[in-house]
């Protein structure tokens, strides 16, 4: 009998990368969001555009048990959307909408485990103030004092699916994740991440032109390519293991470095610029001891090889929009 999945936020750029793997493993997938897949079509085989902040879409959505339930959908972008503040109320007000009909139309539909995406930024910002020596590792969680509203967001909606573990018998699962990217992400427009924005930046600029850098560029993180983000994603569903744990890359670069790197995959001689910008915390780096140990798995791909194809990807965009 062919097993069934529902992706919530399958119109995103990891939810439609995690459609495209079920697919593969002979999984009828239903897929919901906003929005279809901006860059390619949906794999899905059954696709619905809804707010999952209305009650009566989750009602429509989750018409019955699946077999595996992931829900990604949330109200999220990089520095340039999180950061500045200004969008704070809306961030904390969709995704805990979001997660509180979910996962209580899923437990009163009998769904007994649901895989929720948390994210590395609810980590306390006091232990990620040296950009050479962050602590990510699961347990230092608290005390909390995440450094965004969006971090505070997610680590509410972690302790709200492990309280429905622990209070009406489900399973659910819950993973941190740690700067997610690769092709089909978003590259421009205020909600892209890190490495999207240095590919458009380099591959816009000729060689010995300069691009801007917000802060000084020595701020710390590491980058997970999206491919791995899945596997650890399933291996984590599929496992007997709660979380919370890391899914990230412990391949930390500064800033700087992320540049030097994408600009060597370019071929070109890349100036910085260092400006003023919204940062987040100096340092993060993925923890995979716990992964390791209870997974018995950690990411294993370069940062280069998973630049070297979003590269690739992000300057076909870029081309693209030039012709047009």
């Known amino acids: 009998m062919t097993k069934s999945a529902l992706v919530c936020g399958a119109g995103g750029f990891i939810g439609s990368h995690l459609v495209k793997r079920l697919k593969r493993e002979g999984f009828w997938v239903r897929g919901v969001d906003l929005k279809f897949p901006e860059f390619a079509e949906t794999e ?33 972008g990089g520095a340039g959307y999180i950061f500045t503040g200004l969008n704070d109320a809306d961030i904390m007000h969709n995704s805990a909408t979001i997660n509180l009909n979910v996962l209580d139309r899923l437990h009163k539909r009998n769904t007994k485990r649901v895989f929720y995406s948390s994210s590395a930024c609810m980590y306390p910002a006091y232990n990620q103030e040296d950009p050479d020596n962050p602590n990510c590792e699961e347990s230092s969680a608290y005390p909390a004092a995440p450094d965004s509203e969006y971090g505070w967001e997610k680590l509410f909606s972690e302790r709200l699916y492990l309280a429905y573990n622990r209070n009406h018998g489900m399973s659910n699962r819950v993973a941190r994740y740690h700067n997610i990217f690769g092709p089909e992400g978003t590259w ?14 380099v591959a816009m600029a000729k060689s010995g032109e300069e691009i801007e850098i ?13 491919d791995e983000c899945v596997e650890g994603t399933l291996r984590l569903t599929r496992s007997d293991f709660e979380g919370p744990v890391n899914v990230g890359s412990d391949e930390m670069v500064s800033i700087n470095q992320l540049v030097d790197l994408v600009a060597d995959i370019a071929g070109k001689d890349i100036r910085k610029n260092h400006i003023p910008g919204p940062l987040g915390v100096r340092g993060r780096n993925s923890d995979n001891r716990l992964i390791e140990q209870r997974l018995g798995w950690r990411p294993s791909q370069s940062l280069r ?8 990807w992000v300057e076909r965009q870029v081309k693209r929009n030039d012709a047009s």
Do not use: H
């Open 214 to 226: 917000w802060g000084d560029g020595t701020q710390t993180r590491s980058f997970l390519y999206i």
């Open 44 to 76: 899905a085989d059954d696709f619905l555009i809804g707010d999952l902040r209305n009650q009566a879409v989750c009602d429509q959505v989750i018409d019955r048990r699946f077999d595996e339930v992931y829900q990604l959908a949330a109200d999220m």
């Open 188 to 201: 421009t427009g205020g909600k892209e991440k890190a490495p999207a924005a240095v590919c458009r930046k």
């Open 305 to 312: 090889k998973g630049l070297e194809a979003t590269y690739e």
